[in-house]
């Protein structure tokens, strides 16, 4: 059984960290199954948008420390440099990849689950839902895995300061407060929300979704308002000048569901 379930339904992948026993912490081998799948994502066009989950009660626990205890010193700084890059490529790869990403995040989302979460485009929790940066609980920096570049910029310095410094947990009501999840939803509502989602990302054409998402990434780091801008026109002409756009408008003025055609984008 794979560590990372992927069931691919029409243009939409559900990616569910399957280790449920162990709370669905990041084995070796999830983590090389996680960075593949999404480095290849890149280059899929018959994948458009991926929903992102956890087998069982739980997100994700973080890292598997049973698994990964070793002795002090028993590896040299590059070995531990490259072990560090093979998990953080992942979160690279997950903002990279045009495909938006909804995120259902049940029970725990703690240190490497927390920054799967964060690395997401979309989330959503359940009540028992709770997040943190585990990592400085354990002895290391609050700082890994992307957590100390998406944190402050979606939820302002100060607020990230309070739960990296302190590794505190971020219940689901609190996120939703600070606008890190969209909505609150029992865990049996949790599926058919995500599917909503979904449903309303595919009404727009695949070059149009792909350099939403794109733009989106680029315009947190933009220069400023004339740099956004920029991007912007350009991706409306390339947009406007895609086979997909006239058939977008006729089904928006037919007020009926879009029928795409091109996996180009």
């Known amino acids: 059984m794979a560590d990372l379930e992927l069931r691919q339904d029409g243009d939409v992948v559900w990616a569910t960290l399957n280790r449920p026993d162990r709370l669905n912490a990041l084995s070796r081998n999830l ?21 992102l989950q ?3 009660d739980n997100f994700c626990a973080g890292l598997d420390l049973k698994e990964r205890a070793e002795p002090q010193g028993s590896r040299s700084i590059g070995a531990g440099l490259t072990a560090q890059r093979r998990i953080s490529e992942i979160v ?3 903002r990279r990849c045009p495909q938006p990403i909804v995120a259902c995040v049940d029970g725990p989302a703690a240190g490497g689950g927390f920054a799967l979460a964060l690395a997401s485009d979309v989330r959503i929790a359940t009540p028992r839902t709770r997040m ?17 570049y998406f944190l402050p910029r979606m939820v302002g310095s100060s ?31 949790l599926e058919d929300v995500a599917r909503g989602f979904v449903d309303d990302m595919l009404h727009a054409t ?10 989106l990434n680029h315009a947190i780091d933009a220069g400023g308002l004339e ?15 895609d086979g997909d756009f006239g058939e977008g408008v006729r089904a928006f003025l037919e007020k009926r569901r879009p029928n795409y055609t091109s996996r180009e984008g």
Do not use: H
């Open 31 to 51: 983590v090389e199954e996680l960075r593949a799948f999404f480095v290849d994502l890149y280059w899929r066009r018959d994948v458009r948008v991926v929903v």
């Open 54 to 56: 956890g087998a069982g």
């Open 92 to 94: 690279i790869a997950m």
């Open 132 to 148: 943190n940066a585990a990592f400085i609980r354990i002895g290391l920096s609050a700082c890994d895995i992307g957590v100390s």
């Open 159 to 189: 607020v990230a300061a309070e739960y990296m410094l302190t590794g505190r947990f971020i219940t689901a009501e609190r996120a939703r407060e600070l606008g890190l999840v969209s909505q609150i939803v029992a865990k049996e509502e």
């Open 206 to 215: 695949p070059l149009g979704l792909r350099l939403t998402k794109e733009a």
């Open 227 to 241: 740099a956004a801008i920029a991007m912007e026109d350009r991706n409306q002409i390339l947009a406007s000048a």
